[in-house]
């Protein structure tokens, strides 16, 4: 059984009994038991029988795709809620005209169960409608975050390779620019950032090509 094994952050590989060639596609079972049909990229590294393989889910489920549907249902979630809210306020307003007219309630008369209960109705209602507004402004809020990510290029892509070599050399660009002053420097540590910014850059690039040149 073919089965993931996280390497870096973002990024799973396959653990594979036998051996397999590039492009081949294999079936990986996910800690849950669900099988993904993926697609071989590089050996990574074989010890003791086993075997590490970089690999892409051959129907192109990824990162970005997941962003996508995560978005998605979060969109869905929000309209719900919204629903919810517009509801419960329909509802609170059910007694409007009545309450509108600012009666006093009769204590001890046939009317005040009656009219106590109207009053604590519009306002659960309302406290309803309310906690649902809310919500949904959460999951708005929550469904722009993913939509941004939803173009993310990380290591888990083979994109990632000719991405992180453009990256590198807009980092170099910029870091050379703050050396010989074509670049303002916006602070006393902007040369030292730009530096680790190359060092960061350069050892995801080593990664990259190690998952997918």
Known sequence: MNTYVKFCPNVFVALCTEKHEKGDTIAVTTKYGKENDCIVFNEIVAKEGRFYYSIVRADGFNTQEWAKRRAEKLQTASLNADKKSDEYYKKSNKDRGFLSLSEPIKVGHHSEKGHRK???QAHNNMGKCVEFSDKSKGYDERAEYWKSKANTINLSMPESLEFYGFELEKAKAKH???KNGTIEKSHGYS???AKKEINEIE???KLAI???A
Do not use: N
């Open 118 to 120: 109207i009053i604590e």
């Open 176 to 178: 050379e620019g703050l």
């Open 191 to 193: 040369l030292t950032y």
């Open 203 to 205: 050892k995801k690039l």
């Open 210 to 212: 190690k998952l997918w």
